[in-house]
Structure formats: structure tokens, C-alpha cells
């Protein structure tokens, strides 16, 4: 009805929010650019399975969630991820020094399960350490010493054949000064990109 004050209203704040949007859209269309060198434009979306299983963590968890993203509509509304977090790992090393993954715990590999992963659409996430331990080492929660101090490069490679699309590098300590951690994640981001 054209005569109403109510109505009227309503289609002044419609205008508003419709005028309102428009010129967010249009401000964010000419402004938004990554900074140099970043992957995205907005932050990666996804699960990590930290926040659920935390140190729990199993394939089979991992795969639920994977099929849980695509069939809840989550990938369609850009969610993309699927991060295993800390304790994947078997505690230990191989004799070659390269990490493997917690055979009870991850029975068909990592490989594997990052292909089942981009089978779904998804992308791949894999969490490390810059230290000599963990997180989850660190604080007693998991054994052994598997972070990647003195192994950049190898773990850098050993994730790139397994398909890794993303990788969790967590300093988690309040140890070292900022310069150490610099260099640190610095020496992973070059490994990563060779």
C-alpha cells in the first residue's frame, strides 16, 4: 500500500542496504589485492582436526570429515581444506631421518589419504613444527622428537610427494626471539618453494 509509513520506510532502509552493498562491493572489487607473494585473497577455509580429535586423530576421522565438507555444502560455500593437525606422525623418524605417518593411527599413509582428499575437491593440509618437537611433543601429550629443526628440506620434499597443498607450521613455544622464529619459518618457506 503506497500511503503507509511504514512501508515507506521499509523500502527506504531496502534502498539503503541495497546502495550500502553496492558500494562495499565496489570498494572491495577495486581495492582487494594480495600482498606480494601471498597465496589468497582471503584466508584459507577449512577443518583441522585439532579442534576436534586433537592428539586422537585417525584416518578414518579425517576421511568423515572430508566427506562431511562436501556433502554439508561447506566445499560449495568455499571451504576447502582439510588439515591434519599434530600427531600424525610416527614418533620417530625413519633411518633416513624422513617423517612417516603413525601406522596404527594412519594405516594407509599419508599419500593416500591426501589422494582420497583431492578426490573429494578438497585440498590437503599437513601440520609441522619449527623445532625440534611438536606441539604435542613439546608439552609430553606425544612422544618422540619429529619437528622439523634440521630437516626443512627434507620435510619440505616428503610433503610435496605426498601432495600437501598446505602445511600448519606452528611455533607453539614461548622460547626463541623473534628474529630466531623469522629465520626459522623463513628457512621452510624457501624449502617449500624449491
Known amino acids: 500500500?503506497?500511503?503507509?509509513?511504514?512501508?515507506?520506510?521499509?523500502d527506504l532502509l531496502a534502498?539503503?542496504?541495497?546502495t550500502l552493498t553496492a558500494s562495499f562491493a565496489a570498494c572491495v572489487d577495486s581495492t582487494a589485492a594480495a600482498a606480494p607473494g601471498s597465496p589468497a585473497l582471503t584466508p584459507p577455509l577449512g577443518w583441522n582436526s585439532w579442534n576436534s580429535f586433537g592428539c586422537g586423530i585417525t584416518e578414518a576421522q579425517v576421511r568423515q570429515a572430508a566427506d562431511a565438507m562436501v556433502s554439508s555444502g561447506m566445499k560449495d560455500a568455499g571451504y576447502q581444506y582439510v588439515v591434519v593437525d599434530d600427531c600424525w606422525f610416527d614418533p620417530q623418524r625413519d633411518a633416513a631421518?624422513?617423517?612417516?605417518?603413525?601406522?596404527?593411527?594412519?594405516?594407509?599413509?599419508?599419500?593416500?589419504?591426501?589422494?582420497?582428499?583431492?578426490?573429494?575437491?578438497?585440498?590437503?593440509?599437513?601440520?609441522?613444527a619449527p623445532n625440534e618437537k611438536t606441539c604435542a611433543q613439546g608439552v609430553g601429550t606425544y612422544p618422540g622428537s619429529t619437528g622439523s629443526k634440521g630437516h626443512e628440506t627434507q620435510d619440505a620434499a616428503?610433503?610435496?610427494?605426498?601432495?600437501?597443498?598446505?602445511?600448519?607450521?606452528?611455533?607453539?613455544?614461548?622460547?626463541?626471539?623473534?628474529?630466531?622464529?623469522?629465520?626459522?619459518f623463513t628457512l621452510m618457506?624457501?624449502?617449500?618453494?624449491a
Not at 500500500?1 to 521499509?10: A, C, F, T, V, Y
Not at 624422513?98 to 590437503?124: Q, W
Open 1 to 10: 500500500m503506497p500511503g503507509r509509513p511504514g512501508r515507506r520506510l521499509l
Open 15 to 18: 534502498a539503503a542496504a541495497l
Open 97 to 128: 631421518g624422513n617423517l612417516r605417518a603413525n601406522s596404527a593411527k594412519f594405516p594407509s599413509g599419508i599419500k593416500a589419504l591426501g589422494d582420497y582428499i583431492h578426490s573429494k575437491g578438497l585440498k590437503f593440509g599437513i601440520y609441522q
Open 158 to 184: 616428503t610433503f610435496a610427494s605426498w601432495g600437501v597443498d598446505y602445511l600448519k607450521y606452528d611455533w607453539c613455544s614461548s622460547s626463541g626471539t623473534r628474529d630466531e622464529q623469522v629465520a626459522r
Open 189 to 193: 618457506r624457501d624449502a617449500l618453494r
